[in-house]
Structures are given as structure tokens and as C-alpha cells.
């Protein structure tokens, strides 16, 4: 998994897997979600990810159990 946030746009996309996308689905305007042929999802794009409250991540740190 990796993600990219581009800031003159606003756009986080998490990228979830390296197979090819067969299909685009919009959620509602902001979110994008795409799959690939076995019905994985491959990627996420959030647009106006910042003014949504989806980033910057908020990291915690904890020990396991």
C-alpha cells in the first residue's frame, strides 16, 4: 500500500494493490474507488482530502498486546 497527497489539488489517493483497474465507481463527489477484475479494490481517490478531514493521517503509536 501506498499513498500520495498532492496539495495544490487536494487529492490523496491510497493505492492499494498493483493489479490492473477494470473499474471506476464514485461514492459521492469526493470519493473514487477503483477495481480490479476480482472485485479487489485496487485504489482510492479522495479529492478535497484536506478540507474533508482526511489528512494529514493522525499517527498513534501503541505497544501490542
Known amino acids: ?8 489539488d487536494d487529492i490523496l489517493v ?5 493489479k490492473p483497474i477494470v473499474r471506476e465507481v464514485s461514492q459521492d463527489w469526493h470519493t473514487h474507488v477503483s477495481y480490479a477484475a476480482d472485485g479487489s479494490t485496487v485504489e482510492l481517490v479522495l479529492l478535497d482530502a484536506r478540507a474533508n478531514g482526511a489528512f494529514p493521517f493522525e499517527v ?3 505497544r501490542a498486546a
Open 1 to 8: 500500500m501506498r499513498t500520495t497527497y498532492y496539495d495544490v
Open 60 to 62: 498513534q503509536h501503541a
Open 14 to 18: 491510497v493505492h492499494l494493490s498493483d
